[in-house]
Nanobody, 116 residues
Framework: QVRMVESGGGLVQAGGSLRLSCKAS???????????IGWYRQAPGNEREMVATSTGGAQRSYADDVKGRFTISRDNTRRTVYLQMNNLKPEDTAVYYCYSDVRRLWGQGTQVTVSS
């Protein structure tokens, strides 16, 4: 059974950094290598929105409000996608989810809280 497992959330002050991890547990390596994995977030009262995506060809895309602050990367051997978040702002506070495009599968989410 394939599961997307996020970790790395927490409480940080504005200007701080966090690194989130998303492991595709149980996914065949060849599938992961070609999969587009995305990070999304949802703040209370808001719709879920895309933060960053990484394709199997290592193409990356970012939401405008995180460009220059967040970096998505992947370690295929570990079946893991990372989201390095720097210069965090209070408006980045949300539950962050990862998503497998091939399996159409969401993780359970990890809370990120940025205090001012």
């Amino acid at each position: 059974q394939v599961r997307m497992v996020e970790s790395g959330g927490g409480l940080v002050q504005a200007g701080g950094s966090l690194r989130l991890s998303c492991k595709a547990s149980g996914m065949i390596l060849s599938v992961f290598n070609s999969d587009t994995i995305g990070w999304y977030r949802q703040a209370p009262g808001n719709e879920r929105e895309m933060v960053a995506t990484s394709t199997g060809g290592a193409q990356r895309s970012y939401a405008d409000d995180v460009k220059g602050r967040f970096t998505i990367s992947r370690d295929n051997t570990r079946r893991t996608v990372y989201l390095q978040m720097n210069n965090l702002k209070p408006e980045d506070t949300a539950v962050y989810y990862c998503y497998s495009d091939v399996r159409r599968l969401w993780g359970q989410g990890t809370q990120v809280t940025v205090s001012s």
